[in-house]
């Protein structure tokens, strides 16, 4: 067949007319302006509606398989960080399932749609897509899971996979892009910021695993004139980012005993995952 | 390091002298791999302009090294695109089987041709251009597995069409061993 098939395609060929017409075309085309990078980033960052101070609160590190990991404060007073960047895989559109690309032809804008399901694995087998296995996620007593996509024109571009235990002391969300945004965006302009009650004093640390991966671990102390718990989530928390297999994973734990054993329970799902 | 980061690394802008000997290397390379995922010349013809053109305007830039896989990936992604348009979904296809003369070769292309895209690519990376498991999976962005589903499906089928013709397609040509 190999031979059959070799010899038939070897009789296809672009014509000689069509060479030196598009030839022609590609001498006449010139380069397409693009913005610097820097201003590409501050472009996306600015979509995020988040118009951030430039502050002597910043401080930048590459950790956690980002490109930046970035202490920020909003113009209106609210403490986070930035991530830039990420190693990023995309996942291909055509491995999806078709209840997936179904809720993509929904709404061909760029909606977004929530599948809910009891755990992760349903949330898997409902979209196509594995995830990076880890034993010790799979033994926390998980109450619910959901799975959001975003899509254009062509179909899905975003999934976003989010589980938490039972009383919401640990969520655990991972998220990746497929190969219909990889053309349209640069993975190294990927920007995701996340922000906190004002009051909040933040520090960051590079946490390695056994294994050898690399994570973002911050921790949220409350501090002075943190606002009404009542209406906020004020309590100490853990908030950990790591890239992996592609997929860039955000795990958050309340701090409901002591901040050790947060802590030691952060670093218990980092070495559950393995390179 | 990821797929996505490496192509940042040492990536080079093509001056015109560079992009007329890419454009010679491998447009013939670009054609087929889109005539083979399409079945039209001239939307073949239209995605291997795109990609040359993507170039040209400095829209992306080859790495160094592997600039065949890279050019043969944004084929396949051009040619995703093209599969899902408007246009190609609701206007029928020319028959063009009637384009080689060789009454086997129109046989195998009507067999392939009767395959969906994504095993025809499959195919054509594996049986004309050498590709391994691997590399097919990098350029066309799915797992070993599904490339592995693929081609096994793909040849399922492909011995379907030509069983008139016994032993055109063996039962096992290897094509899924791991190389």
Redesign the interface.
């Known amino acids: 067949m190999r031979e059959q098939y070799r010899h038939m395609m070897e009789r296809v060929t672009l014509d000689e007319d069509k060479k030196e017409e598009i030839m022609n075309q590609l001498r006449e085309a010139k380069p397409a302006r693009r913005f610097p990078r820097p201003l590409r980033t501050a472009l996306i960052a600015a979509c995020a509606c988040l118009l951030l101070m430039g502050s002597a609160f910043a401080a930048v590190y590459a950790m956690g398989g980002f490109a930046s990991v970035e202490l920020q404060e909003t113009e209106s007073g609210k403490p986070g960080y930035g991530l830039t960047g990420g190693d990023f895989r995309f996942l291909s559109a055509e491995s999806l399932t078709d209840e997936v690309l179904a809720l993509a032809e929904t709404d061909p804008a760029y909606a977004t749609r929530y599948f809910i399901g009891q755990d992760w694995s349903a949330a898997e087998a409902f979209s196509g897509v594995t995830l990076p296995e880890n034993p010790v996620i799979d033994a926390l007593d998980i109450g619910g899971c959901f799975l959001s996509v975003q899509s254009n024109d062509a179909g899905p571009t975003w999934l976003h996979f989010q589980q938490w235990t039972r009383g919401l002391a640990v969520s655990i969300s991972a998220e990746a892009y497929t190969d219909l945004m990889g053309e349209a965006l640069d993975p190294e302009d990927f920007f995701v910021g996340r922000y906190f009650a004002p009051g909040y004093e933040l520090s960051t640390e590079e946490y390695i695993t056994r294994s050898g991966l690399s994570a973002v671990i911050v921790h949220l102390a409350p501090g002075d004139g943190m606002p009404d718990p009542e209406k906020y989530n004020t309590c100490e928390r853990y908030e950990a980012d790591l890239m992996l297999d592609g997929f860039r994973y955000h795990i958050n734990i309340d701090v409901d005993g002591s901040s050790e054993e947060a802590l030691e329970q952060l670093h218990g799902i980092l070495e559950g995952f393995a390179l | 390091?990821?797929?996505?980061?490496k192509k940042?690394e040492g990536v080079t802008d093509v001056d015109?002298q560079e992009?007329?000997r890419l454009?010679s290397k491998y447009?013939?390379d670009v054609?087929?791999l889109a005539?083979?995922y399409l079945g039209s010349r001239p939307e073949a013809?239209d995605v291997?302009?795109t990609v040359?053109?993507r170039l040209?305007?400095?829209?992306a830039a080859l790495p160094p090294e592997g600039e065949k896989p890279y050019l043969l990936k944004w084929t396949a992604?051009a040619c995703?695109?093209a599969l899902?348009s408007f246009w190609r979904r609701n206007v029928g296809e020319l028959d063009e089987t009637l384009l080689?003369k060789?009454p086997?070769?129109r046989e195998?292309?009507a067999a392939?041709k009767a395959l969906p895209p994504?095993y025809r690519a499959v195919?054509?990376l594996y049986?004309?251009e050498g590709y391994d498991q691997r590399e097919i999976g990098e350029i066309?962005?799915?797992?070993r597995t599904?490339v592995q589903t693929r081609m096994a499906r793909a040849?399922e089928l492909?011995r379907k069409e030509l069983s008139d013709d016994e032993g055109?397609?063996?039962a096992h040509?290897g094509a899924c061993d791991a190389r």
């Open positions: 390091m990821g797929e996505a980061s940042r015109p992009l007329e454009f447009a013939d054609f087929r005539y083979s013809e291997c302009q040359f053109l040209a305007e400095g829209k992604n995703k695109n899902r080689f060789d086997t070769d195998v292309y392939v994504i195919i054509h049986y004309f066309l962005k799915i797992s599904a040849r492909l055109t397609v063996p040509d």
